[in-house]
């Protein structure tokens, strides 16, 4: 028992493996949890809970998330460097971030909606519940706010990278 969090080291055996613990972990947990990469040996635990942190970091606050350390590469290396991450977020959504807290959020939402659905303009529009041409409106508005072309890999990435660097760090807009 930490004052933050609860830390354990569990042995996994043939009959016990991590995607039988990561599915009891989900049912038992009310909150965000952080798992390291399996390790061998005990000597790597202090590595192994580095990894943890991290991985518990990227978690959306008030969450049931299990994040596994080495399935979430972008938010953990972000996560690792908070404030390199923060250059990235300012750098490319800087223009975004400082409009009003509610069109900051809208824009934003819809972008992360977008993500979620692979780019799928139609499938965000009916997450929203808005129609198609709105979430059009808003992803164009996004591209003219921060010079990124949602159509090209790098201005992609790179709004990738601001919007979950944004998520990590509970920016505005993300909150």
């Given amino acids: 028992m930490e004052v933050d969090a609860h830390v354990g080291v569990v042995v996994l055996t043939p009959r016990m493996g991590i995607d039988r613990l990561c599915s009891l972990l989900a049912e038992l947990t009310t909150g965000p949890v952080g798992l390291s990469a399996t390790y061998p040996s005990l000597d790597q635990t202090p590595a192994a809970l580095r990894q943890a942190r991290l991985a518990y970091a990227t978690a959306t606050p008030g969450s049931r998330e299990l994040i596994r350390y080495e ?3 972008i938010a953990v290396l972000l996560a690792g460097a908070p404030d390199a991450a923060a250059v990235v977020a300012q750098a490319i959504l ?4 400082a409009l009003p807290a509610v069109e900051c959020d809208v824009l934003l939402g819809t972008l ?6 692979h780019g799928a303009t139609a499938e965000a529009a009916g997450k929203l519940h808005v129609h198609r041409n709105t979430v059009r409106y808003r ?7 921060t010079g990124r072309s949602l159509t090209q890999p790098t201005g992609l990435a790179e709004l990738h990278l601001a919007l979950e660097a944004a998520r990590i760090l509970r920016l505005p807009g993300e909150g």
């Fill in 71 to 73: 399935r979430a590469p």
């Fill in 112 to 117: 992360r909606v977008w993500f979620a659905e």
């Fill in 94 to 97: 800087g223009p975004v971030l």
């Fill in 139 to 145: 992803l164009k508005r996004i591209e003219e706010l």
